[in-house]
């Protein structure tokens, strides 16, 4: 039988799990982002997100296990667009789920959100990942020279996009 990937909303009981994630360096070097986050800090962050319109976070399950992050950023309801990301926890890398969970992300935000462009930035020498967005349908829109800071020394990202209308 199949696993069930699926996205379900974060809830207070997943905490445990992202502060994981977000303290990971083989994960948060994807995000570009310094892997430094207290549990504090991360409660204090659901807490306001309980009432964003503009995030929509969710677990990545495989049938009751929790397998990743996914998230839709700065939505945006005049303009309908918003930014994407995601983090596989690297137990779980390699199995596919990068590309499903991206194509469930996008039906959301698709057909529940009623966007019309959905955007990502991504290390411009993660070809794999790039490969993965292409193949979800995303296009590079444009290069981003020296954009990120990370491990020492910046890193050139590009930025891709993808519309309704090619989903």
């Known amino acids: 039988m199949e696993p069930n990937l699926r ?7 997943d905490l445990e799990f992202l502060h994981k994630l977000n303290n990971d360096p083989d994960v948060m070097k994807f995000w570009f982002e310094e892997p430094y986050m207290s549990m504090e800090k991360l409660k204090e962050a659901y807490e306001k997100s309980q ?8 677990i990545l399950a495989l049938d009751n296990e929790k397998i990743g992050y996914v998230g839709l950023f700065g939505i945006e309801s005049r303009h309908r667009h918003a930014e994407f990301g995601i983090m596989i926890d690297p137990s779980y ?3 596919g789920y990068a590309g499903k969970s991206t194509n469930l992300a996008l039906e959301y935000g698709f057909n529940q959100l009623n966007l019309n462009k959905i955007i990502l930035y991504v290390a411009k020498k993660n070809e794999k990942a790039v490969h993965i967005y292409e193949k979800a349908g995303f296009q590079i829109e444009g290069d981003l020279k020296e954009h990120f800071f990370v491990d020492g020394s910046y890193h050139d990202a590009v930025l891709m996009s993808i519309f309704r209308q090619d989903f």
Not at 7 to 13: A, D, F, V
Not at 51 to 58: G, I
């Open 93 to 95: 890398q390699g199995n």
């Open 7 to 13: 996205l379900r909303t974060i809830e207070k009981t």
């Open 51 to 58: 009432n964003s319109t503009q995030h929509r976070q969710f």
